[in-house]
Structure formats: C-alpha cells, structure tokens
C-alpha cells in the first residue's frame, strides 16, 4: 500500500523516480510526504504570485474607472475642455503618486 501511495505521489509531483530510490516502506512513506509538503509550498507560492498580480491588476483598473467617472463628471455638468485637462492632470497626478486605494488622498 505504501509503494502504491509512493508511485502516485511520485508521479503525480512530477519528481521522478531518479537514480536513488527508498528501499523500504519507512523511507517510502517519508519520501512521500516530503512530496507532498513541497507540492503544498510550490502551490503556495504560484498562489501568491498569482494573487499579487491580480491586485496589481486591480489598482489599474480603479484607476482607470475614476478617470472616467471624472470625466463623465465633466461631460455632465460642461466643464470647458481646458479645465477637464487641468483636472486630469491633476488626478493622473494623484493616482501615480499613491494607491487607488488611498481615497483620502485622491479626492
């Protein structure tokens, strides 16, 4: 049973059978949980990796809805053309100087 759990877990890491195998079931069972935590840790890791680019992500596209709600801002209430840039600029400003987040700051 524990040679079964070794060949799956071997193979479904993708580790390998290598040169150097364990000879008995202590080692085997061992081996196999060494497996398991390191498939536990690389999937922790792609995991985060993951969720940071997906924050990342996240900010830009705040970023992008608050200048258009600005925009449409001044579409609606006919702000003149050189005032909407000056108050693009400024809020481009905003937002490259700190997070979207930071509300405090941007408005």
């Known amino acids: ?42 999937s922790y890791i792609v995991g985060s990796a993951s969720s940071i680019v997906t924050n990342e992500k996240s900010g830009e596209k705040q970023s992008k809805e608050r200048l258009l709600a600005m ?7 006919g702000v003149s053309k050189p005032l909407e840039k000056r108050l693009k600029r400024n809020l481009n400003f905003c937002l490259n100087q700190c997070t979207p987040f930071e509300e405090v700051y941007i408005f």
């Open 1 to 42: 049973y524990v040679g079964a759990l070794y060949w799956a877990f071997t193979t479904m890491t993708t580790v390998g059978y290598g040169d150097v195998l364990p000879e008995d079931d202590g080692a085997r069972l061992y081996a196999t949980i060494m497996m398991i935590m390191g498939a536990t840790m690389f």
């Open 71 to 77: 925009y449409n801002y001044c579409v609606d209430r």
